[in-house]
């Protein structure tokens, strides 16, 4: 398997504009995760679904920020417009029932 | 609340001495507790995970980490450190589906 794939792999965009990242979990596995990391504020949570349903949003910054799961194999990770301060990694994860998680290589945003 | 402790910002150890990073958690009922490692510019990979059963756990690349229930602790360990094992390594406990990640602590294995 190739593992959690994630794209794109750099985006550099202007404030204002929208954002869309990518994510492709591993085959079988039921849970999906987005987190956002910093240097000022470490790994965060975003989103996560179970089955392609979010379960539980309440990491989502605000409202610029969404995320969708149309089907098992992709999820998209919108934001809308984007601000500096949205300048991050942004990683999916996902696994299967009650075992590890495993991380893409990760989406490096950079809001001009 | 649940919640995962870091004490360490970082760690430094010669190359070839043993090596702790140290981990500390808060979480009602039977803790799942994990070890992540993050090399620069790439994702968390997963070391190793207690769940039940033995204390000492054994995972990926040569480490361990020991499940301590009464000082609610989860340290990682390594007999002989490599330069090679220098990254940011997360300790984490599942809580509800979720994972809640220490701050994580910087390990700088010295030649």
């Known amino acids: ?112 | 609340a649940q919640s995962v402790a870091q004490p360490e910002d970082q760690v430094n150890v010669a190359e070839g001495n043993p090596l702790t990073v140290k981990c500390t958690y808060s979480v009602s009922g039977n803790p799942y507790l994990f070890w992540y490692v993050q090399y620069p510019n790439r994702g968390l990979q997963f070391l190793l995970k207690y769940i039940t059963g033995d204390n000492l756990v054994k995972g990926s690349y040569g480490f361990e980490a020991e499940f301590n229930k009464s000082q609610t602790s989860f340290h990682l360990k390594k007999p002989s450190a490599l330069v090679s094992d220098s990254a940011l390594y997360f300790c984490a406990v599942r809580w509800r589906d979720k994972l809640i990640f220490g701050t994580g602590t910087r390990l700088q294995v010295f030649p």
Request: hydrophobic share 35%; proline share 7%; charged share 20%.
């Open chain 1, 1 to 112: 398997d190739a593992g959690v794939i994630q794209s794109p792999r750099h985006e550099v965009t202007e404030m204002g504009q929208e954002v869309t990242l990518r994510c492709k979990p591993i085959s079988g596995h039921d849970y999906l995760f987005w987190y956002r990391q910093t240097m000022m504020r470490g790994l965060e949570l975003l989103i996560y679904f179970n089955n392609n349903v979010p379960i539980d949003d309440s990491g989502m910054p605000e409202d610029r920020f969404s995320a969708k799961m149309p089907n098992a194999s992709f999820s998209t990770l919108k934001i809308q417009p984007s601000e500096p301060r949205d300048s991050a990694v942004y990683f999916c994860a996902s696994r299967l029932e009650n075992n590890e998680q495993f991380f893409g290589p990760g989406t490096r945003l950079t809001v001009l």
